[in-house]
């Protein structure tokens, strides 16, 4: 997962709506004893009420919110109640939602349309609902420029990557950082997307870092050996071979990177250091690898958030025995 995905998630984990833990028929109307209408009825607002309704799973919850005359195309927490209701990929949902007249095009505060946020979850059935509703497949959002082709390229997910495609998503667009869908793909080491991409005439101007985000020792040993410079930052993101390493987790890649000096503790345009992104993959083995090498274990990004912050189960707790720290920004939502 790179780290604009990575901050995101971080984002929404502080807007979910506490579920309660009863199963609850999702076609069931009836209101007796079910927590979730409990819970819309004590909802301040129409967006409160619609999230209640969407996280309890319940389709007749959310029929009831729009026979009573809320809109579809209703707000929550900052993107339409489609958006909410893709994020735990409730495709039945999302279908009555668009039945009932929501705009399939229309965005969160940051730009993302629901067909970004499928394409990047892998969501393969609300994909197809979408773009079979005219979905606008080369929608940008406004912070990266990223389109919903490059979620699909960085999730790696073939199925909707094809879908896009053939609904005449751009092969060739390019963010706002000047990286294009070959990049993403190879950054999550996404071979065969690559491949298809590649198929179909795009290139990258950043040779081994593509190399090292797809594994490929001999290429990576052929690059260094002409003289690429395995430090050298890509355009925009500022992301070194050895960030594409650790992102798509080549340990091998980052040994042939380190022989010829490769910068361990350089940072992107996130201020991320590739530790960063192999705790974020919770790759102990790469993790303790960099760490062995030197690479920095507080370092911190833009946000404020140290390799530990990053990590999953396994890093965090290696990385607790060797003293690393949380950043600041844990010890205010604490607060």
């Not at 998630?9 to 506490?18: A, N, P």
Request: net charge negative; hydrophobic share 40%.
């Amino acid at each position: 997962m790179c780290v604009r995905n990575c901050c995101f998630l971080l984002l929404c984990i502080g807007l979910l709506v506490v579920r309660p833990a009863t199963a609850q028929n999702p076609f069931d109307d009836s209101t007796a004893g079910n927590p979730f209408a409990q819970m819309e009825e004590a909802a301040e607002t129409p967006g409160d009420q619609m999230a209640a309704a969407i996280d309890s799973g319940s389709i007749a919850a959310v029929r009831r919110l729009l026979d009573a005359g809320m809109s579809p195309d209703t707000m929550v927490y900052g993107g339409p109640a489609l958006q909410w209701a893709t994020y735990d990929d409730r495709y039945y949902v999302v279908k009555l939602l668009v039945d009932r007249g929501a705009d399939v095009d229309l965005t969160d505060e940051y730009g993302n349309t629901t067909l970004m946020v499928a394409s990047s979850q892998g969501s393969v059935k609300i994909v197809k609902l979408l773009l079979d509703k005219d979905a606008n497949v080369n929608a940008v959002e406004k912070l990266y420029g990223l389109s919903a082709l490059q979620n699909a390229c960085e999730a790696g997910n073939d199925e909707v990557f094809d879908l896009l495609v053939e609904h005449g998503a751009d092969i060739k667009h390019v963010d706002k950082y000047g990286g294009n869908c070959l990049e993403e793909a190879a950054f999550s080491g996404a071979k065969s997307i690559v491949e298809k991409l590649q198929a179909k005439g795009l290139k990258s101007k950043w040779p081994l870092h593509v190399a090292a985000g797809l594994g490929n020792t001999e290429q990576v040993k052929k690059l260094l050996a002409d003289g690429a410079d395995p430090s050298k930052a890509n355009d925009g993101w500022k992301n070194t071979p050895l960030h594409f390493a650790a992102g798509a987790q080549h340990l091998e890649v980052a040994k042939l990177l380190k022989e010829k000096d490769a910068n361990l503790d350089a940072k992107n345009v996130f201020g991320a250091t590739p530790l960063h992104y192999a705790a974020n993959e919770d790759n102990l083995e790469f993790a303790k690898w960099l760490v062995e090498q030197g690479a920095d274990i507080n370092a911190v990004d833009e946000e404020g958030m140290t390799v530990r912050d990053w990590s999953g189960e396994q890093v965090d707790e290696y990385l607790g025995t060797k003293g690393a720290e949380y950043g600041e920004w844990e010890e205010e939502m604490e607060e």
